[in-house]
T-cell receptor, first 113, second 108 residues
């Protein structure tokens, strides 16, 4: 089955800890994205990558880091510098070009202990 | 700076009536606009899109209208069904910025 998979579904972070959210896709998409959703709010872009070994900051990149070593994978690390990490994180992938919609994973809920 | 705005956080309509969800944008470089539907604790799913060179796109009960001079687009759902109850996001395709979403409730 082709799709985009996020893991884990739920994640807890202790104070001062870095945590990494996984995102894998087998849709052969070039572009991948990370969004954050806070309760009652929309999707805010954290980072995106249009091609392997390249990525750009979105609107709220501070306190986050990413890597894109493989086309299929785009992990997001929430660092200790992110002071308010509790949120629902969504990963998406798509192909650059005309009329390309994004496919989303099912999300990871991150909470602080 | 928010490039895509949905100014109505919620909308409630009666089953069978029309739902109209609105979206404004500031980035003239958007090539496409897309609407997504989202249920709680799930990822959004694509609903319908429109190219910036068109002013209307229709898909079954869903129609999106684009007014480029006003930098405004709207999603019409006719007739509305209870299963349409969800949060709807509009997005501009140029690195994919989303609006804040509108929660639609369709009452039986």
């Amino acid at each position: 089955d082709g799709g985009i998979t996020q893991s884990p579904k739920y994640l807890f972070r202790k104070e001062g800890q870095n945590v990494t959210l996984s995102c894998e896709q087998n849709l052969n998409h070039d572009a991948m994205y990370w969004y954050r959703q806070d309760p009652g709010q929309g999707l805010r872009l954290i980072y995106y990558s249009q091609i392997v070994n390249d990525f750009q900051k979105g609107d709220i990149a501070e306190g986050y880091s990413v890597s894109r070593e493989k086309k299929e994978s785009f992990p997001l690390t929430v660092t200790s510098a992110q002071k308010n990490p509790t949120a629902f994180y969504l990963c998406a992938s798509g192909n650059r070009g005309s009329n390309e919609k994004l496919f989303f994973g099912s999300g990871t809920q991150l909470s602080v202990l | 700076d928010q490039q895509v705005k949905q100014n109505s956080p919620s909308l409630s309509v009666q089953e069978g009536r029309i739902s109209i969800l609105n979206c404004d944008y500031t980035n003239s470089m958007f090539d496409y606009f897309l609407w997504y539907k989202k249920y709680p604790a799930e990822g959004p799913t694509f609903l319908i899109s429109i190219s910036s060179i068109k002013d209307k796109n229709e898909d079954g009960r869903f129609t999106v209208f684009l007014n480029k001079s006003a930098k405004h687009l709207s999603l019409h759902i006719v007739p509305s069904q209870p299963g349409d109850s969800a949060v709807y996001f509009c997005a501009g395709y140029d690195d994919m910025r989303f609006g804040a979403g509108t929660r639609l409730t369709v009452k039986p």
